[in-house]
Nanobody, 127 residues
Framework: VQLVESGGGLVQAGGSLRLSCATPGFTFHDHAIGWFRRAPGKDLEGVSAINNNGEIEYHSDSVKGRFTISSDMAKKTVYLQMRRLTSDDTAVYYC?????????????????????WGQGAQVIVSS
């Protein structure tokens, strides 16, 4: 199942941006969604995730307090609201879905646990 990301772009440092991850074609409640990013020259990094019920958020320390993740069940879309952006947030952002919720709270960063991915959305933060 393909995920569709949107909302990337160029933003000044200190600004905000919201990414969307549309999930057409599958049952929303059966899947958790994670957001990952790949900065230039770096590995894929887990940023944020939300469980299959859309009730629990997880964030990496680097974005905690600045990013929030939410879901709209009716639109089958997960949002990543990014605030107080810095140049360190410049990256291609990907959303992924996984149906395995086992120990999700401790395994949400594992990229190999996600079975579907979006095409990526470029975020550039200018200083």
């Amino acid at each position: 199942v393909q995920l569709v990301e949107s909302g990337g772009g160029l933003v000044q440092a200190g600004g905000s941006l919201r990414l969307s991850c549309a999930t057409p074609g599958f049952t929303f409640h059966d899947h958790a969604i994670g957001w990952f990013r790949r900065a230039p020259g770096k590995d894929l990094e887990g940023v944020s995730a939300i469980n299959n019920n859309g009730e629990i958020e997880y964030h990496s320390d680097s974005v905690k307090g600045r990013f929030t993740i939410s879901s709209d069940m009716a639109k089958k879309t997960v949002y990543l609201q990014m605030r107080r952006l810095t140049s360190d947030d410049t990256a291609v952002y990907y959303c992924g879905s996984r149906g395995d919720m086992w120990r999700f709270s401790t395994t949400w960063r594992r990229t190999d646990s996600y079975t579907s991915w979006g095409q990526g959305a470029q975020v550039i933060v200018s200083s």
